[in-house]
């Protein structure tokens, strides 16, 4: 069951309260809903009345893995994973839900689901290069995991994960996660566990809890369960009981649902299909580190520039039945044209720039300017140093961090020396938004004859 977005009028520059609040009791009404954690959750909205910290986020991003069926035998396979890995791929995009850009989304499946690609999807190409601080990051994992042997981390199973030669080939999960953190500075990064573990042949296997990962990785986690369980399946066979739960918590409410209350809503929707099941135990799981706690209070679905289509404007009436129609207007449009004045319309956000605002040339510029400040240390050792910062429409440059030090603290110095001496920059081309946000990196290579 599918509702139309009551939220799309909101602009990102716009805080908001949780005026979800309407909706649910609306859905409540409907006989098909009004039960369980749905109600539930209805009661506990009726108490929040903070702002949502939409408006500190610039733009939305999502890795999606689903894999069931692995390379090595030996791997037993996880019955649908990839369709749960479609379902919430197809939430994240659906303009009335989760509102991501269909190009913000990548989703890898089976065979396709290597090491490799993932690793670049996260932490090594994709995302890193994509995502800045105040973006919003989402990771879903469907696939097994297999405990390390010290048991301080987890291993993610990828298509070509061999158990034998886990070290090499599986993906450490909390190195995958502080890498992540640390290559994008982003405060809203949450990690989706829908696993299942795996344990090798005579091992029963240490595995490292939820909470401790989530704190060791400074990543919020909300998980299907302990990670030494298993993710149970939907009776409806599509999907596991965790994404299913997540759909519908996305779907009742437009994606407008605080991740706080989804986590809530998930382990009693879970919890109660568990019991109906009778089949083992799963608690889903919210962990969060200490000081990361505005994440938590965001919405999936909330509107971001990239998430906002185009406008489409329509002036006028159609002409070829207009006689019919509107035979006042018809017979104004078959006299002489007559002077008019035009009120401009200034209601629109102005924080929302046209489509097709051509920013290469202005980036040439900005690099050429920076590049003349730029006075990098004596040495004899290639470095680079990134750093990130906000341009404002006038050209000055603010928030200027380093985010990936060079190791030489001279070095990171000059950097923002340079940025601070390039400041103001050109004013942003016309049509941009209030501000754009950054990454640059500072690069010197010192070559012998």
């Not at 039960?35 to 702002?51: D, E, F, I």
Request: charged share 25%.
């Amino acid at each position: 069951m599918r509702f139309s977005n009551p939220f799309n009028h909101f602009g990102r520059s716009k805080p908001y309260v949780y005026s979800v609040l309407s909706l649910l009791l609306a859905l409540l009404s409907s006989s098909e809903l009004n039960a369980g954690p749905l109600k539930t959750m209805s009661a506990k909205l009726t108490s929040r009345t903070q702002a949502n910290p939409a408006s500190l986020v610039h733009d939305k991003w999502a890795v999606v893995v689903g894999i069931e069926d692995f390379d090595d035998p030996h791997l037993t396979p996880m019955r649908l994973a990839e369709r749960s890995a479609e379902e919430f791929s197809r939430q994240l995009i659906d303009q009335n839900i989760g509102r991501f850009a269909p190009d913000h989304v990548i989703t890898l499946k089976g065979s396709k689901a290597t090491k490799e690609k993932i690793e670049d999807a996260v932490s090594k190409s994709w995302l890193i290069k994509k995502a800045l601080p105040n973006d919003f990051l989402i990771l879903y994992f469907c696939s097994r995991v297999i405990a390390s042997s010290d048991g301080k981390d987890v291993y993610l199973c990828a298509f070509d994960t061999q158990p034998t030669k886990l070290e090499d080939s599986g993906i450490a999960l909390k190195e995958l996660l502080s890498e992540l953190k640390r290559r994008t500075q982003s405060k809203f990064v949450i990690c989706l566990l829908d696993t299942s573990a795996y344990s090798r042949a005579g091992e029963k296997g240490r595995f490292i809890d939820v909470q401790t990962l989530s704190k060791e990785s400074d990543v919020s986690i909300l998980s299907a369960g302990a990670l030494g369980g298993q993710s149970l399946e939907s009776p409806q066979a599509d999907g596991s009981l965790f994404v299913r739960a997540l759909c519908d918590a996305l779907q009742s409410t437009g994606g407008m649902m605080p991740l706080q209350m989804v986590s809530e809503f998930v382990a009693l929707q879970v919890g109660e299909q568990v019991v109906k099941l009778a089949r083992g135990e799963q608690n889903p799981v919210l962990a969060t580190p200490s000081e990361d706690k505005e994440v938590v209070e965001l919405a999936a679905g909330m509107p971001v520039k990239s998430s906002v289509p185009a406008k489409k404007i329509v002036i006028g009436h159609p002409v070829d039945n207009l006689m019919l129609n509107r035979p006042d207007l018809h017979a104004a449009r078959t006299q002489p044209a007559q002077p008019s004045a035009v009120e401009e319309d200034d209601s629109e956000d102005d924080d929302q720039p046209p489509a097709n605002v051509d920013f290469g040339r202005y980036m040439s510029k900005m690099k050429h300017d920076i590049k003349q400040k730029w006075q990098p240390p004596k040495g004899f050792e290639n470095r680079h140093v990134v750093a990130t910062f906000t341009i404002l429409r006038d050209g000055k440059i603010v928030s200027p961090e380093i985010i990936e030090s060079s190791g030489v603290d001279s070095a990171d110095k000059a950097a923002l020396e340079a940025l601070k001496n390039a400041s103001p920059l050109d004013p942003l081309p016309l049509g941009a938004p209030k501000s754009v946000q950054i990454r640059y990196q500072f690069d010197w290579k010192v070559s012998s004859n």
